[in-house]
């Protein structure tokens, strides 16, 4: 039971971000976020909440496979530590970009958070190979998120 509802706290966590980030980011659509010039491959606004989501519950699992592998917090304190610091700066990211309304800003918090990503999955490689796979369509969509904020910082200054 007790492992049950500590998959459902990573969950619940992961989540919480995502809605403070969503709180963060939806008074900035419009008019700002909408006015700006973006590149053809920008996803349409929808894809956004459904892909976040998806990746922020693979976050909350993986971080969950880890504590299980690792028989509790204590032993796998270094992974998930880079877990929390990876979650906080996806919502950095949110404060920087939409929050700020700067791109510049936005695209420095997603440099440390792509690092961080990396620095969590090579952690969790050690623990679960599986919570390093649940990680990588993040490592993938933030790589794209990165590319589309470099080039909306591009086209507009």
Do not use: E
Request: proline share 5%; net charge positive.
């Amino acid at each position: 039971m007790r492992r049950w509802l500590v998959l459902a706290g990573f969950v619940v966590l992961t989540l919480a971000v995502g809605r403070l980030g969503s709180a963060i980011t939806l008074p900035a659509l419009d008019p700002w976020y909408a006015g700006l010039d973006k590149p053809a491959f920008t996803p349409p606004d929808w894809a956004f909440p459904v892909a976040w989501t998806i990746l922020y519950i693979l976050m909350a699992v993986a971080g969950w496979l880890v504590w299980q592998a690792a028989g509790g917090l204590a032993r796998a304190r270094g992974a998930l530590t880079l877990w929390a610091v990876q979650l906080a700066l996806n919502l950095g990211w949110s404060a920087a970009f939409f929050g700020l309304r700067s791109p510049l800003a936005g695209l420095v918090v997603i440099a440390l958070l792509l690092a961080a990503i990396l620095a969590t999955l090579a952690a969790f490689r050690r623990w679960s190979g599986w919570a390093a796979a649940l990680l990588l369509p993040y490592l993938a969509w933030v790589g794209f998120a990165s590319l589309l904020n470099l080039s909306i910082w591009l086209r507009n200054g």
